[in-house]
Nanobody, 124 residues
Framework: QVELVESGGGLVQAGDSLRLSCAAS????????MGWFRQAPGKERDFVAG????????NYADSVKGRFTLSRDNAKNTVYLQMNSLKPEDTAIYYC?????????????????WGQGTQVTVSS
């Protein structure tokens, strides 16, 4: 069992940066593959990025590749999503998720644990 709490969202202008954090409870955080998803109003929840247990492998959606960087600090039980060059189309609620398997899955159904989400709004 793991509980996830996101933070760091807010209102920014296009071109700005934000860093989202996801703090996890539990002693086995390092055993979870972590992912970030986002959901814009009226749209489905989409995969943004995922990172392996060790942090050595990270995958990104094409829409954020080159702009977002996902990292994790297992000593702090925290995952970070650095978002640069933000665009209005990045506006969404961002969710942190965890799964116990080793694969970085892009389908939300493959993640067992979810945070409550944090709102990111990018104005043009």
């Amino acid at each position: 069992q793991v509980e996830l709490v996101e933070s760091g969202g807010g209102l920014v202008q296009a071109g700005d940066s934000l860093r989202l954090s996801c703090a996890a409870s539990g002693r086995t955080f390092r055993m979870y593959t972590m992912g970030w998803f986002r959901q814009a109003p009226g749209k489905e929840r989409d995969f943004v990025a995922g990172i392996s247990w060790s942090g050595g492998v990270a995958n990104y959606a094409d829409s954020v590749k080159g702009r977002f960087t996902l990292s994790r600090d297992n000593a702090k039980n925290t995952v970070y999503l650095q978002m640069n060059s933000l665009k209005p189309e990045d506006t969404a609620i961002y969710y942190c998720a965890a799964r116990s398997g080793s694969a970085i899955e892009t389908r939300g159904a493959n993640y067992a644990y979810w945070g409550q989400g944090t709102q990111v709004t990018v104005s043009s």
